[in-house]
Each structure stands twice: as C-alpha cells, then as structure tokens.
C-alpha cells in the first residue's frame, strides 16, 4: 500500500502507515474539521454516530483548508488524541 503526503515537501520523506485500531473502545477520536464547506456537516453526524457508540470525540478546526496545520494545533490534537479523523467535505 502506497499512502501519499499532501504536504508541500522538496524532498517527500518515507512514512509507514499507522496500524489502524481495531476497535475504538476507550480511544480519544478527534475530529477535524479543516474548514472546508460543509465538512461541519458530516462531522456534526459522525460525531452523533460515535456518541451513541460512547466514544469520546473532541473537536478541532483547522484555520484553513489552503494551508498546513499549525504546528501547536497538530501538538494539541497528538497529546489529547488517539485517533483522528479529517473532514474533506465540499
């Protein structure tokens, strides 16, 4: 499996994908919304869906869908994460 970067690098680096849990019991989800329209949409519903599940979910918002995260939000969202999910809804 090939997992490509969107990130803007000179020299892409190699980076081996994150096993996937097998189950979302006890996990921290964060959902990101980066800001793009009506990906707060879906968000508002799979978050809905993974309540009634009980996962705990913590919401997020990217200033921006044109350019990277910043540095302190990707911090924030690794420290009080398990698990994170990206809206890239139009």
Known sequence: MIVLDPTDESA????EAIARPATLD???VGLLDISKPRGDVFLDRLEALLAQRGVAVRR?????FAKPMPP??????AAECDVVISALAD
């Not at 997020?60 to 921006?64: D, E, N």
């Open 12 to 15: 892409s680096a190699h980076r």
């Open 26 to 28: 006890g996990a921290r």
């Open 72 to 77: 302190d939000l990707r911090r924030e969202i």
């Open 60 to 64: 997020y918002v990217k200033p921006t």
